[in-house]
């Protein structure tokens, strides 16, 4: 039987993703088709390969919007602790939009209202990576190993990343924390393979890269540090 904190991680997880579907959710995701993204310049061209309509159409055209809520309310949140932001943000159900931060302080709010989770064993995990000029930061939550939990560590565990638990709503991951880099390179990997493209840094300008881009499979390197 899986373990309280295991427990609490999935649940929250699900209730998270459950609570973004069917909202406006990520301003930093598109599809590449035909070459639609275009990665010189961040800009996004239209390609008649793209059904009006279609799934893509709408990812592509909520993503702008996103970028629009998401501006404005990282306004609002300005001075907030993630969990007063979580809260605050899952109040605005209508035009549910985020990206990895707002995502992660909404799965914090959901982990503590709903899961009984301590303020104290929750935390947004920040990593960041870079490579070939580009830089790439993620946010996810991490829970870490309830007081209550009398399950046993996992066989071959080492310390407490192979208790404490990734719920990470934006990369549609929830698993021990000693397992993400794995899990995180797994579905950049299948994303780039579906064509999803995500918005990583090059100096002061954003760009559109390929998820499995050596500076995106990097940060999730810093995830049990």
């Given at each position: 039987?899986?373990?309280?904190?295991?427990?609490?991680?999935?649940?929250?997880?699900?209730?998270t993703?459950?609570?973004?579907?069917?909202?406006?959710?990520a301003?930093?995701?598109?599809?590449?088709?035909?070459?639609?993204?275009?990665?010189?310049?961040?800009?996004?061209?239209?390609?008649?390969?793209?059904?009006?309509?279609?799934?893509?159409?709408?990812?592509?055209?909520?993503?702008?919007?996103?970028?629009?809520?998401?501006?404005?309310?990282?306004?609002?949140?300005?001075?907030?602790?993630?969990?007063?932001?979580?809260?605050?943000?899952?109040?605005?159900?209508?035009?549910?939009?985020?990206?990895?931060?707002?995502?992660?302080?909404?799965?914090?709010?959901?982990?503590?209202?709903?899961?009984?989770?301590?303020?104290?064993?929750?935390?947004?995990?920040?990593?960041?990576g870079?490579?070939?000029?580009?830089?790439?930061s993620?946010?996810?939550?991490?829970?870490?190993?309830?007081?209550?939990?009398?399950?046993?560590?996992?066989?071959?565990?080492?310390?407490?990343?192979?208790?404490?638990?990734a719920?990470d709503?934006?990369?549609?991951?929830?698993?021990?924390?000693?397992?993400?880099?794995?899990?995180?390179?797994?579905?950049?990997?299948?994303?780039?393979?579906?064509?999803?493209?995500?918005?990583?840094?090059?100096?002061?300008s954003?760009m559109?890269c390929?998820?499995?881009?050596?500076?995106?499979?990097?940060?999730?390197?810093?995830?049990?540090?």
């Amino acid at each position: 039987m899986p373990g309280l904190t295991e427990q609490i991680a999935t649940m929250t997880f699900a209730t998270t993703r459950a609570w973004y579907k069917g909202g406006i959710k990520a301003a930093n995701k598109a599809y590449d088709i035909d070459g639609r993204v275009k990665y010189r310049d961040g800009t996004v061209k239209r390609s008649q390969a793209v059904l009006p309509g279609s799934a893509t159409d709408i990812r592509d055209h909520n993503a702008a919007l996103a970028s629009k809520l998401i501006t404005e309310r990282r306004a609002e949140m300005k001075g907030k602790t993630p969990l007063e932001s979580g809260k605050i943000l899952y109040a605005m159900n209508e035009q549910r939009a985020g990206n990895c931060g707002e995502m992660a302080c909404v799965a914090m709010h959901i982990a503590h209202a709903f899961g009984g989770v301590p303020a104290e064993k929750l935390f947004v995990k920040l990593v960041e990576g870079k490579a070939a000029k580009f830089a790439f930061s993620h946010q996810f939550l991490v829970i870490l190993k309830l007081d209550d939990d009398t399950s046993a560590p996992p066989q071959g565990a080492t310390g407490p990343a192979d208790t404490a638990w990734a719920v990470d709503p934006w990369a549609n991951i929830c698993c021990p924390v000693s397992r993400f880099a794995t899990e995180f390179a797994a579905q950049m990997t299948h994303w780039t393979q579906v064509g999803k493209r995500i918005q990583a840094t090059k100096g002061h300008s954003t760009m559109w890269c390929e998820p499995s881009h050596a500076c995106v499979l990097a940060s999730a390197q810093e995830a049990t540090e």
